[in-house]
């Protein structure tokens, strides 16, 4: 569809346009020759360029011309020759340049819709849309980016089936706008290939290492700032006894169990320096075995939903949050805590806020406990 073809919309703003444009002409044929109300009736296409599509601004600025027209002919009886020509004229030219300014608009709203259809596409590609099914996992959760209008900032997350069993991965880049993403999308794209082909946390941890390097180092020569990332990666294989589980953080927040309706803090793998600066270290990073029940729910998220603040200049209480909610479902559960970090920020945001809520699906899980029952 062309671009100056919009969609046509405010049927209801183009009658009452119409509507106080005929009044005030009529208003103006009553009233005391001196007083000429219809002098600013140009006001009416004017507002119609602004909010109306280009057929319904045409057809207030006819209505508004045919009315100016009239009022000038008969209504204005001490004017003269010149005097109505030069009326008409303007009525003709205040009407000629809403249609542009309509026009101008329509055309520039096409082209911000294309952008943000390519933008979005791009961003889709990045980041898969939650919730995230992998093998026996479902994820459910959000992202709340920080920068207005984006889909897409500084976090990370990807939940993958592999050769080497389940890998998950939630992530935060230092800083916002578009250098964040470019090294999201490196250290994710590196992710993403790692998981698949090597068989330790540890190698892909370092997978991800060098690949952020590599971006800092390309930045650096484009006179742009070194980002960091901190990661929470996990690692799930499914054996003929319990499921067994390893966790390596790279700096990143503790994560959360919640199991039989009692919520734990987690804080297993700590210790890694974020990614971007293991060469800072002097040890390298290092998993830790855990042990998952069947049941298990894990609560991932990012420093923007714990150091969300309120008004009161108080951090969100997360764990407290999520002790009151265990009675909910995964999907009501992401649900709830969106809407309460909303309310206890008042919609203020200050960074990108990620919550995975990830379990195994009811059918996984149940033959997960009759293979322990079983060993």
């Not at 939630?170 to 290939?193: N, T, Y």
């Not at 589980?245 to 734990?264: A, K, N």
């Not at 809407?339 to 206890?344: G, N, P, T």
Request: hydrophobic letters at 45%; a negative charge; aromatic letters at 6%.
């Amino acid at each position: 569809m062309p671009a100056y073809r919009a969609v046509e919309r405010g049927r209801g703003t183009v009658v009452l346009l119409i509507a106080v444009i005929l009044g005030v002409t009529v208003l103006d044929s009553v009233s005391q020759p001196e007083l000429h109300e219809s002098s600013f009736l140009g006001i009416a296409p004017l507002y119609a360029a602004l909010r109306c599509s280009l057929r319904q601004t045409f057809l207030v600025a006819a209505v508004y011309v045919a009315c100016l027209i009239y009022v000038d002919l008969f209504m204005v009886v001490d004017w003269g020759p010149v005097n109505r020509i030069v009326g008409i004229f303007g009525a003709c030219l205040v009407a000629a340049f809403s249609l542009v300014l309509c026009r101008t608009r329509v055309q520039r709203e096409a082209l911000h819709a294309r952008t943000r259809l390519v933008a979005d596409t791009v961003q889709r590609a990045m980041l898969r849309e939650l919730p995230l099914t992998a093998g026996p996992v479902e994820a459910y959760g959000f992202y709340v980016s920080a920068q207005e209008g984006a889909r897409v900032g500084g976090d990370i997350y990807e939940a993958i089936e592999t050769p080497h069993g389940l890998r998950l991965m939630i992530g935060d880049v230092q800083g916002k706008g578009m250098p964040a993403i470019g090294a999201g999308l490196e250290v994710l794209a590196s992710f993403r290939e790692a998981a698949q082909h090597v068989d330790s946390l540890e190698e892909v941890a370092e997978r991800m290492e060098q690949a952020l390097a590599r971006h800092n180092t390309r930045s650096v020569e484009q006179g742009a700032d070194e980002r960091f990332v901190t990661a929470l990666l996990m690692e799930f294989r499914a054996g003929s006894g319990p499921l067994q589980g390893r966790v390596l953080s790279c700096g990143h927040i503790p994560y959360y169990v919640l199991r039989r309706g009692e919520v734990q803090e987690r804080r297993d793998g700590e210790g890694g320096l974020p990614l971007g600066l293991g060469a800072l270290g002097g040890e390298p990073r290092r998993s830790v075995r855990v042990h998952p029940e069947p049941d298990d729910w894990v609560v991932l998220c990012t420093d923007g939903v714990t150091e969300a603040r309120g008004e009161d200049g108080e951090f969100y209480p997360l764990a407290e949050r999520l002790a009151g909610w265990t009675d909910l479902t995964p999907a009501e559960l992401a649900r709830t805590l969106r809407a309460d970090l909303e309310s206890f920020t008042d919609g203020e945001l200050k960074d990108d806020a990620t919550a995975l809520v990830v379990r195994r699906s009811p059918a996984a899980a149940q033959l997960s406990m009759a293979r322990a029952a079983a060993a």
